[in-house]
C-alpha cells in the first residue's frame, strides 16, 4: 500500500458518524460501517426552526385529536359493551323465569295427569266392583226361581244315565222272557 492509498482511505474512513474504534485496520472491507446505514444528524438552519414549531404544533394538536377520538371511541365501547352486558343478563333473567314457570306448569300437568289416572283407575275399579255386585244380585234372583241351576247343568246328565239303566232292565227282562218261553 502506498502512502496516497493510506491517506484516501483514512479520508474515507473518518466521516460523521464513524466511531474512533471503526478506525482500526479490518482484515476485510465488509466489517466497516457504511455511511448510508449510520444515521447522520444534520442541524437544521434558523430560519426553519419556526416552520418545525409549527409543524410540531401541528402534530401535537393532530395526536391530541386523535387521543380524544380514541377516547371517545372508547367511551361509546364501553357504554355499549355495558348495554350489551345489561341486556345479556336481562335475557339471562327472563330465561330463567320462562324456565321456572314451564317447569312449574309441567309438574301441574303432570300432577293433573297422575291424579286423573287414579281417578280412572278407581272408576274402573268401581266399574267392576258394581258389575259384580250386578252379577250376583242376578244369581241371588236365579236361587229364588223354582228350577235350580243344577237341574239345567246336571238334568241331561241325569236323563242319560236313567235311560241306560232302564235300556239295561227291558234288555235282561226280554232274556228271560226268551229263555222261558223260548223261541
Do not use: C, W
Given at each position: 500500500?502506498?502512502?496516497?492509498?493510506?491517506?484516501?482511505?483514512?479520508?474515507?474512513?473518518?466521516?460523521?458518524?464513524?466511531?474512533?474504534?471503526?478506525?482500526?485496520?479490518?482484515?476485510?472491507?465488509?466489517?466497516?460501517?457504511?455511511?448510508?446505514?449510520?444515521?447522520?444528524?444534520?442541524?437544521?438552519?434558523?430560519?426553519?426552526?419556526?416552520?418545525?414549531?409549527?409543524?410540531?404544533?401541528?402534530?401535537?394538536?393532530?395526536?391530541?385529536?386523535?387521543?380524544?377520538?380514541?377516547?371517545?371511541?372508547?367511551?361509546?365501547?364501553?357504554?355499549?359493551?355495558?348495554?350489551?352486558?345489561?341486556?345479556?343478563?336481562?335475557?339471562?333473567?327472563?330465561?330463567?323465569?320462562?324456565?321456572?314457570?314451564?317447569?312449574?306448569?309441567?309438574?301441574?300437568?303432570?300432577?293433573?295427569?297422575?291424579?286423573?289416572?287414579?281417578?280412572?283407575?278407581?272408576?274402573?275399579?268401581?266399574?267392576?266392583?258394581?258389575?259384580?255386585k250386578l252379577i250376583n244380585a242376578e244369581n241371588k234372583e236365579e236361587n229364588i226361581t223354582p228350577t235350580p241351576n243344577w237341574w239345567i247343568d246336571y238334568g241331561p246328565i241325569i236323563l242319560m244315565v236313567g235311560l241306560y239303566f232302564l235300556s239295561i232292565w227291558l234288555l235282561n227282562k226280554?232274556?228271560?222272557?226268551?229263555?222261558?218261553?223260548?223261541?
Open positions: 500500500m502506498t502512502k496516497d492509498q493510506l491517506q484516501k482511505e483514512l479520508k474515507e474512513k473518518v466521516k460523521p458518524g464513524v466511531k474512533p474504534s471503526h478506525l482500526k485496520r479490518s482484515k476485510s472491507l465488509n466489517d466497516l460501517p457504511s455511511q448510508e446505514s449510520e444515521e447522520i444528524f444534520v442541524d437544521a438552519p434558523e430560519e426553519n426552526a419556526e416552520e418545525l414549531k409549527q409543524k410540531i404544533t401541528q402534530l401535537e394538536d393532530q395526536i391530541l385529536e386523535l387521543r380524544i377520538s380514541k377516547l371517545k371511541d372508547f367511551g361509546d365501547y364501553l357504554e355499549k359493551k355495558q348495554t350489551l352486558k345489561a341486556e345479556l343478563e336481562s335475557n339471562v333473567n327472563y330465561g330463567v323465569k320462562e324456565i321456572e314457570r314451564l317447569e312449574t306448569k309441567l309438574k301441574t300437568i303432570n300432577r293433573k295427569k297422575l291424579e286423573l289416572e287414579q281417578k280412572l283407575g278407581q272408576s274402573q275399579s268401581e266399574k267392576a266392583r258394581l258389575e259384580i226280554n232274556a228271560k222272557y226268551n229263555n222261558n218261553y223260548g223261541n
